[in-house]
Nanobody
């Protein structure tokens, strides 16, 4: 049974930092990463990392967020610096199966950035 367990969310002031972690179990995964969803908005991609550690970010977080991965621990991290109030959202970890057919999701962790 695949499980993704996130941790590290919380409340931080604008300009601060947080580090999210997502520990995956039950399978081996290809791409892993993070999405976020703010109230009233669609879920959006935040960062992705392949099994070979290639990364991708949208312009809204590039230069501020860094995704990394420990394949031995099946864990993906998201270091978030220079946080802005518009980064406030529920952050969801995802992991894609090796075949790419299935995507698994964590339960979400709240990140709130106060101004």
């Amino acid at each position: 049974q695949v499980q993704l367990v996130e941790s590290g969310g919380g409340l931080v002031q604008a300009g601060g930092s947080l580090r999210l972690s997502c520990a995956a179990s039950g399978s081996i995964f290809s791409a892993m990463g993070w999405y976020r969803q703010a109230p009233g908005k669609q879920r959006e991609l935040v960062a992705t990392i392949t099994s070979g550690s290639s990364t991708n970010y949208p312009g809204s977080v590039k230069g501020r967020f860094t995704i990394s991965r420990d394949n031995a621990k099946n864990t993906v991290y998201l270091q978030m610096n220079s946080l802005k109030p518009e980064d406030t959202a529920v952050y969801y970890c995802y992991a894609a199966s090796l075949s790419g057919v299935r995507t698994f999701w964590g339960q979400g962790t709240q990140v709130t950035v106060s101004s």
